[in-house]
Nanobody, 123 residues
Framework: QVQLVESGGGLVQAGGSLRLSCATS????????MGWFRQPPGKEREFVAA????????YYADSVKGRFTISRDNAKNTVYLQMNNLKPEDTAVYYC????????????????WGQGTQVTVSS
């Protein structure tokens, strides 16, 4: 059974930081690209960041570039999202996803999803 479990969300003031984690099981983690997506209140799910199976390639949405960093630890089957200088517009439910994808920004190409973790940034 495949499981992706996010943690690390919470309430933070603007300018603050959070680190999200996504622990996976049931898949050969090191062979999957991993992505983070988010769904702001009342909006569609959007791409945030992704990392290749090897960790050598990373991708970011323009809105988070320079503030967020994605990383992975294949020994721990875990992917991380370090979020710095958070803004109120970063408020969303954050989801991690695993897939053998070609276009990392496309949510439909990911095979497995976590349940999400809430991030709320107050102004």
């Amino acid at each position: 059974q495949v499981q992706l479990v996010e943690s690390g969300g919470g309430l933070v003031q603007a300018g603050g930081s959070l680190r999200l984690s996504c622990a996976t099981s049931g898949v050969t983690f090191s062979t999957y690209a991993m992505g983070w997506f988010r769904q702001p209140p009342g909006k569609e799910r959007e791409f945030v960041a992704a990392i290749s199976w090897s960790g050598l390639a990373t991708y970011y949405a323009d809105s988070v570039k320079g503030r967020f960093t994605i990383s992975r630890d294949n020994a721990k089957n875990t992917v991380y999202l370090q979020m710095n200088n958070l803004k109120p517009e970063d408020t969303a439910v954050y989801y991690c996803a695993a897939g053998k994808v070609v276009t990392v920004t496309r949510s439909g190409q990911y095979n497995y999803w976590g349940q999400g973790t809430q991030v709320t940034v107050s102004s």
